[in-house]
């Protein structure tokens, strides 16, 4: 039987994980999943571990208010409450996308410049402020916060145990920073599939992941695999017109809720 093994969140993009028993779906995917994001002050470019590699020991999750509670190895833990939809707005750049959201201010400012070690800025999405994912897939209404450029990303468990395998070592799932785990499945069968659903929530299948530096990055600490694995096996079979693939983007079909232990159905 196939089944949801695990779930993660990412609260702020390209920080450190949060393993969920169960959360809701809304318009954007998991429930707060990369709805804050570091900036470079001056530019309003994003940053991700793929230039700024300490972010992975950056925790950032969502507290009692709303908020976001900032913490990393030598640093006081800090309160970042939760900015108005309409408030500071700051112009930002992520990937190709421009758009305006609102700042976290300039305590949060503070802590994050000294932790990243420039002038950088915290900032936040609304759903109401939402960019729109990648053009030539999916649907004109569906919507994408800070991920890269679908709401979610899914990974079946036997397909990183192929690639362990092919490696000759352990990969950590975390490399990749899936939000949906799917024990059950033969490896690499998500790449056949083009609408599942998990509990009573349906998803659509939009596109494979194309893998970029930041999975050679060990997520417990921070380090970069001097062998460039797992890319450098990965480039071996599932490289196609150019991009090094693994994992699906999915897109849900309305709000619900998902819990560890789900069975997923094959739809198409």
Request: net charge neutral.
């Amino acid at each position: 039987m196939l089944r949801l093994s695990a779930l993660y969140r990412y609260p702020l993009k390209s920080g450190r994980s949060e393993a969920l028993q169960h959360i809701g779906l809304d318009k954007l995917g998991l429930e707060g999943d990369r709805r804050w994001m570091l900036v470079d002050e001056a530019s309003g470019r994003f940053l991700t571990q793929r230039a700024v590699a300490q972010m992975s020991q950056l925790s950032a999750l969502w507290n009692a208010g709303g908020g976001l509670t900032l913490s990393a190895e030598g640093f006081p833990a800090l309160d970042v409450p939760l900015p108005g939809a309409d408030a500071n707005l700051r112009g930002v750049t992520i990937w190709r996308d421009t758009l305006r959201v609102p700042d976290a201010g300039d305590a949060a400012a503070s802590w994050v410049s000294d932790f990243i070690g420039k002038p950088t800025r915290l900032v936040h999405v609304p759903l109401e402020r939402a960019r729109t994912t990648a053009a030539g897939y999916g649907r004109d209404d569906d919507k994408v916060a800070f991920a890269d450029g679908f709401p979610l990303l899914l990974i079946g468990q036997g397909s990183l145990e192929d690639l362990s395998r092919r490696i000759g070592r352990p990969m950590e799932m975390l490399r990749f920073r899936p939000n949906l785990v799917i024990e059950g499945s033969e490896p690499f069968a998500e790449d056949r599939w083009k609408r599942v659903r998990i509990g009573e929530v349906e998803f659509r299948v939009v596109k494979s992941c194309a893998r970029c530096v930041l999975t050679t990055i060990d997520p417990r600490t921070g380090e970069r695999s001097e062998d460039r694995e797992p890319l450098t096996t990965l480039k071996t079979f599932r490289e196609q017109d150019g991009d090094i693939l693994f994992g699906q983007n999915l897109v849900n079909e309305g709000a619900g809720r998902l819990e560890v232990g789900m069975p997923l159905t094959i739809l198409e």
